[in-house]
Every structure is written in structure tokens, then in C-alpha cells.
């Protein structure tokens, strides 16, 4: 039971994550410099004494063979991956973004366990060097990872 609901809860996650994407753009360059343009083009005045701010934002899930990982940054992403997966980019965060905050998440597929049973891969999150999320993975915590930045 506890397995169906933590297949049923990523999936749901997944699909959440694609349902609300990002502004498509075509390649990844594309993408960003919408959001980032789009972010900038409606705030009408930056928000006092707050500056942008770019962060090094990297995602790790942790395991063995091969998982689907979903993840936030500049926009919404799925990958199949080989596990342990590591990904790194950077984010520029306007004024008013930093004001309000921008989440970024990475969701990690299943993994087989040792004994047999599969359960959501461990994963973190690392902001400009400091660890700030990390899920153990397994039956426990929330089978993602998730930070605002500010």
C-alpha cells in the first residue's frame, strides 16, 4: 500500500511539474532568457535595496542503475538518467523574484532496494556551495527535494 501511494504521489509530482512548464522556448537558452525577460518586463520597479543575484544551483540523486528525474530550475525538466546523477546551472534572480522567492526542485524516480523493493532515490539540493535540501530516500521523508530561493 505504502508503495502504490509513493508511486502514485511521483507521479502526481511529475505531472504537476510538466502541467505547469516553463515557457518552452525550444532549447534550454531559450527558456531561460524567457522567464528571466518575462520576470523583469512585469515588475515596474525594483523592490528597495535588493539586488539580482545569480546562484550555482546543483541537484544530486544518489543510487544505482536507472531512474526518470524531474526537476525545477530555470524551467521544468525530465530526464532518464544513469544513477548517481549530478546536475549544476546557474540562476539569475531579478529583485522582485528575490523579494517574492523562486523554487527549485528536483523529484528522483524509483530505485530497486536491496531487498527487492523499489522506493524514491535519495536526492539534495546545493545552493552556491551549502547543502540546503536532502531527502533520505527509501520509505521515509518527502521523495523530493525542494529550496526557495531568495
Given at each position: 500500500?505504502?508503495?502504490?501511494?509513493?508511486?502514485?504521489?511521483?507521479?502526481?509530482?511529475?505531472?504537476?511539474?510538466?502541467?505547469?512548464?516553463?515557457?518552452?522556448?525550444?532549447?534550454?537558452?531559450?527558456?531561460?532568457k524567457?522567464?528571466?525577460e518575462?520576470g523583469?518586463?512585469?515588475s515596474?520597479?525594483?523592490?528597495?535595496?535588493v539586488?539580482?543575484?545569480?546562484?550555482?544551483?546543483?541537484?544530486?540523486?544518489?543510487?544505482?542503475?536507472?531512474?526518470?528525474?524531474?526537476?525545477?530550475?530555470?524551467?521544468?525538466?525530465?530526464?532518464?538518467?544513469t544513477?548517481?546523477?549530478?546536475k549544476?546551472?546557474?540562476?539569475?534572480?531579478?529583485?522582485?523574484?528575490?523579494?517574492?522567492?523562486?523554487?527549485?526542485?528536483?523529484?528522483?524516480g524509483t530505485?530497486?532496494?536491496?531487498?527487492?523493493?523499489?522506493?524514491?532515490?535519495?536526492?539534495?539540493?546545493?545552493?552556491?556551495?551549502?547543502k540546503v535540501?536532502k531527502?533520505p530516500?527509501?520509505?521515509k521523508?518527502?521523495?523530493?527535494?525542494?529550496?526557495?530561493?531568495r
Amino acid at each position: 500500500m505504502r508503495r502504490a501511494m509513493t508511486i502514485t504521489a511521483l507521479i502526481a509530482a511529475a505531472g504537476l511539474m510538466t502541467a505547469c512548464g516553463g515557457s518552452g522556448g525550444g532549447d534550454d537558452e531559450g527558456g531561460k532568457k524567457g522567464r528571466t525577460e518575462q520576470g523583469r518586463a512585469s515588475s515596474s520597479k525594483p523592490a528597495s535595496g535588493v539586488k539580482d543575484r545569480t546562484y550555482e544551483v546543483t541537484f544530486e540523486v544518489d543510487g544505482e542503475g536507472s531512474s526518470s528525474v524531474y526537476y525545477n530550475l530555470d524551467t521544468n525538466h525530465s530526464e532518464q538518467v544513469t544513477l548517481p546523477w549530478k546536475k549544476s546551472g546557474e540562476l539569475t534572480l531579478n529583485s522582485t523574484e528575490r523579494k517574492v522567492g523562486i523554487t527549485v526542485s528536483v523529484v528522483p524516480g524509483t530505485v530497486r532496494l536491496s531487498n527487492g523493493q523499489f522506493a524514491a532515490a535519495p536526492c539534495s539540493i546545493t545552493v552556491d556551495g551549502k547543502k540546503v535540501a536532502k531527502d533520505p530516500g527509501g520509505a521515509k521523508g518527502k521523495h523530493m527535494c525542494e529550496y526557495t530561493l531568495r
